[in-house]
T-cell receptor, first 111, second 114 residues
Framework: SQQGEEDPQALSIQEGENATMNCSYKTSINNLQWYRQNSGRGLVHLILIRSNEREKHSGRLRVTLDTSKKSSSLLITASQAADTASYFC???????????FGTGTRLQVFP | EAGVAQSPRYKIIEKRQSVAFWCNPISGHATLYWYQQILGQGPKLLIQFQNNGVVDDSQLPKDRFSAERLKGVDSTLKIQPAKLEDSAVYLCASMKIKGNYGYTFGSGTRLTVV
């Protein structure tokens, strides 16, 4: 079963705009991770945020985590056409030693 | 460092045939995972190894799927016999230390069962 639900399912923006994706999950976690997947390829790890952290930055990426609401958001600033991909959140649940993925957001960035 | 290697990249088989996928994780990564990703969905964990032992195979359809990790390094995932609904991308991932780093994924094997 999938732990996370992502919103929106699909997002289309112009280059230079910001893209925000949201993830909700169901159980307590050790950490939450975001991955990118280009069409037909493997997943690439983007960023990991621990349960005691509220915000984390990496380049043009900003991730927030609200454990009280069991939700996270990924913000990509100044988007580029190369950011076109599917983005998945994945939770490392406290009660089990496995990473469970959400349903993903398909991002399309138009030049 | 070299990434996670998977082969073959693509495979087309008829239903009821057998197929095997191979994965070579990053050197020194003790934990290895196999995920199944059906088109349009997120990856679903099939099995997790710690060295050469199985940690979690609760979602592995054991009547047709099997996996092993020889000497705690390479791993093979087998399907016998395949069904149409097994059409998916099979992803292998490895991890160095839990909680500090993300997983490193291979490029996957795209299986089509006809």
């Amino acid at each position: 079963s999938q732990q996370g639900e992502e919103d929106p399912q699909a997002l289309s923006i112009q280059e230079g705009e910001n893209a925000t994706m949201n993830c909700s999950y169901k159980t307590s976690i050790n950490n939450l991770q975001w991955y990118r997947q280009n069409s037909g390829r493997g997943l690439v790890h983007l960023i990991l945020i621990r349960s005691n952290e509220r915000e984390k930055h990496s380049g043009r990426l900003r991730v927030t985590l609200d454990t009280s609401k069991k939700s996270s958001s990924l913000l990509i600033t100044a988007s580029q056409a190369a950011d076109t991909a599917s983005y998945f959140c994945a939770t490392d649940a406290s009660y089990t030693d496995k990473l469970i993925f959400g349903t993903g957001t398909r991002l399309q960035v138009f030049p | 460092e070299a990434g996670v290697a998977q082969s073959p990249r693509y495979k087309i088989i008829e239903k009821r045939q057998s197929v095997a996928f191979w994965c070579n994780p990053i050197s020194g990564h003790a934990t290895l995972y196999w995920y199944q990703q059906i088109l349009g969905q997120g990856p679903k964990l099939l099995i997790q190894f710690q060295n050469n032992g199985v940690v979690d195979d609760s979602q592995l359809p054991k009547d047709r799927f099997s996996a092993e990790r020889l000497k705690g390094v390479d791993s093979t995932l087998k399907i016998q016999p395949a069904k149409l609904e097994d059409s998916a991308v099979y992803l292998c991932a490895s991890m160095k230390i839990k909680g500090n780093y993300g997983y490193t994924f291979g490029s996957g094997t795209r299986l089509t069962v006809v």
